[in-house]
DNA sequence: CGAATTTCTCAGCCTCTGCTCAGCTTCAGC
DNA sequence: GCTGAAGCTGAGCAGAGGCTGAGAAATTCG
């Protein structure tokens, strides 16, 4: 069942949403304020974000708009209170997916949930990602650079969609190792490397520029250009 | 491992908590006063700051905003009374980055506190930094002087950013090792000298003022001007 | 059960970083 | 202006960090 993340700071709704979306069958996080919401979307990729405009720190804007920024395009659903109707253009406009005028009855939160997540084309983590001219798609397991396919064994493909996950961003030894194999710590091999080296060879194998940079001293970037 | 700064005027607490933290592999630092943790987080820089709100002297807020207030952006967990919610807006909006009610489970603080310290792609420890026309992004490691971008090793970037998040504030030589190079004591090298005068290289290859400025016979500082 | 594929380990090689050192420059106090 | 302390810098080196090929172990599949 889908993963709901629900971002309010008033702790009595939280409660009662989490309790709501619990007994539907979710699975459910929350988050109190914006920079927790930002960690969460971060660490727990869940399909549709909850979000309260109005909250201290970074509001809701602020964080679908940083979200968005990133290129995360995971689900969003806007709360905001009654008669700030030029909101609702705001909101849309900074990629919101849809939007729910406080007070609302929960089993109106609970139709809109399920309508975005019908939509076709968007579940959870399979959305093809795409990077520069590389494109990974979770759904079929097709890789490709460019027009060119190859082929990937399972844990090429977890690595390389991590990192696809995660454009511009660079990625610790111990964030990759924890997220694709699950690491709580492995001392000094060089397993890493090795994927990396074995991924490198596969995408750039009709000559094409280095997508996957190393870093030194820190981890690697899905990047262009050196 | 990180260091955490608790501070709360209940000794009984304190004691408890830091065994807690001890026990789970922290360096812990306490304080039982305003005055204190101020003095503590200057000397001492720790990694995170655990506040209690009610406090003689000045309270948890105050220290808080004086922190802020010199542009200090060490991780900060507030603690508060049960049901103080205006509190904890308050909190926030002066810079807080979580926030626990009293009296919590010594598992949910470790929780919080690993949870700050880990922030893998968004969070405190991850926010893009500027000063002047400095800019540095812990996330991408992306690091630009205006609108020229350099390159930095990975001890260089440790310190560019050590340096960049305590902007005009004077740092001994001794804050600056510890926190960069994790030295206990460093007897009578000129490491830092030598990075201080690589950072400044790059950050004025093309000319630019100087941002580092020497503090003869204390440390450096981060300030525009000679 | 045997073959093929995948995952991982290991050792050797190479590059760049981090650090030391020695000599030079700058500064403050006299 | 002299002098010693503090700070700066260029050169160079040892080793950490990273890459690769070979092959052992594990897993999958017929």
Not at 86 to 94: N, Y
Not at 107 to 124: D, S, T, V, Y
């Amino acid at each position: 069942m889908a993963t709901v993340l629900i971002v309010d700071d008033d702790p009595k709704l939280l409660k009662m949403l989490q309790r709501t979306l619990l007994y539907e069958g979710f699975r459910v996080l929350t988050a109190s304020n914006g920079h927790e919401a930002l960690a969460q979307v971060q660490a727990q990729r869940p399909d549709i974000v909850v979000l309260d405009w109005l909250m201290p720190g970074p509001d809701g804007l602020n964080v679908l708009q940083r979200l968005r920024a990133t290129g995360d395009r995971t689900l969003v659903l806007m709360l905001t209170a009654r008669d700030a109707v030029e909101h609702r253009v705001e909101g849309l406009e900074a990629g919101a997916d849809d939007y729910l005028v406080k007070p609302f009855a929960p089993a109106e939160l609970l139709a809109r949930i399920h309508a975005l997540l019908r939509r076709p084309g968007i579940g959870a983590g399979d959305e093809p990602l795409t990077y520069s001219n590389l494109y990974l798609n979770p759904a079929t397991r097709e890789t490709r650079r460019g027009s060119r396919p190859f082929e990937l064994t399972a844990k090429e493909f977890e690595l390389l969609r991590f990192l696809m996950r995660h454009p511009r961003q660079v990625l610790t030894r111990e964030q990759i190792l924890q997220a694709v194999w699950g690491y709580d710590f492995g001392g000094d091999d060089n397993v890493l490397e090795v994927y990396i080296g074995y991924l490198r060879k596969k995408t750039e194998a009709a000559g094409e520029p280095r997508l996957i940079q190393t870093v030194r001293g820190v981890g690697y970037v899905l990047r262009e250009e050196g």
